[in-house]
């Protein structure tokens, strides 16, 4: 059983649509990161969340706690958006656990 | 902001041979590193944590004999592969956290790819 599930896998959109990635964890957490991986295999992370939203550009991240769930939404999508995007989450310390990825192939 | 720098970003070594990749943070101090490996289509594996001046904690199933880890500054951590066979072929990436601050974001090196031929 994995800790972190994530959804969809894979994801294709038309350029323009609004997108949502979904997190769910099973285990308690400090906190949560959204990554995003690039074709070449470079990571950024582009948010680490506790609590509430976080929004930076077209990017928004919430997290809800007590569901423990977390989800990276996309407005206005633009094919240099295409990448895999990773949650991870922090139980405790430096103990952390990724999910498997969403694939995102964004259509001009 | 935060960066991490990982060299080399691709390397090919034939099969017994040892490959070193060294991750720097570039201008924070790192007490903590942490190094994970990446099959094709599949997330990150924590291998292990790096932790400066003392020895790495390895995760359950991978060989502290054959994945060397050195974190000899605050900036520099080390992975080194030895004896490498075809099936250490994978995307190694690096990360790393400020110094003393709890739960800080981590940085990410951009990867070493490693061919064992």
């Known amino acids: 059983k994995n800790e972190v599930e994530q959804s969809p896998q894979n994801l294709t959109a038309q350029e323009g649509e609004f997108i949502t990635i979904n997190c769910s964890y099973s285990v308690g957490i400090s906190a949560l990161h959204w990554l995003q991986q690039h074709p070449g295999g470079g990571i950024v992370s582009l948010f680490m969340?506790?609590?509430g939203k976080k929004k930076h550009g077209r990017l928004i991240a919430t997290i809800n706690i007590q569901e423990k769930h977390s989800s990276l939404h996309i407005t206005a999508s633009h094919p240099r958006d295409s990448a895999v995007y990773i949650c991870?989450?922090?139980?405790?310390?430096?103990?952390?656990?990724f999910g498997t990825g969403t694939s995102l192939t964004v259509i001009p | 902001g935060a960066v991490v720098s990982q060299h080399p970003s691709w390397v090919i070594c034939k099969s017994g041979t040892s490959v070193k990749i060294e991750c720097r943070s570039l201008?924070?101090?790192?007490?903590?590193m942490f190094w994970y490996r990446q099959f094709p289509k599949k997330s990150l594996m924590l291998m292990a944590t790096?932790?400066?001046?003392?020895?790495?904690?390895?995760e359950q199933g991978v060989e502290k004999d054959k994945f060397l880890i050195n974190h000899a500054s605050l900036t520099l951590s080390t992975l080194t592969v030895t004896s490498a066979h075809p099936e250490d072929s994978s995307f190694y990436i690096c990360?790393?956290?400020?110094?003393?601050?709890?739960?800080?974001?981590?940085?990410f090196g951009n990867g070493t790819r490693l061919t064992v031929t």
């Open positions: 790096s932790n400066e001046g003392s020895k790495a904690t390895y």
């Open positions: 991870a989450v922090y139980p405790t310390g430096n103990q952390f656990y």
């Open positions: 201008d924070f101090q790192a007490t903590t």
């Open positions: 969340l506790s609590s």
């Open positions: 990360s790393a956290r400020v110094s003393g601050h709890g739960n800080s974001p981590l940085h």
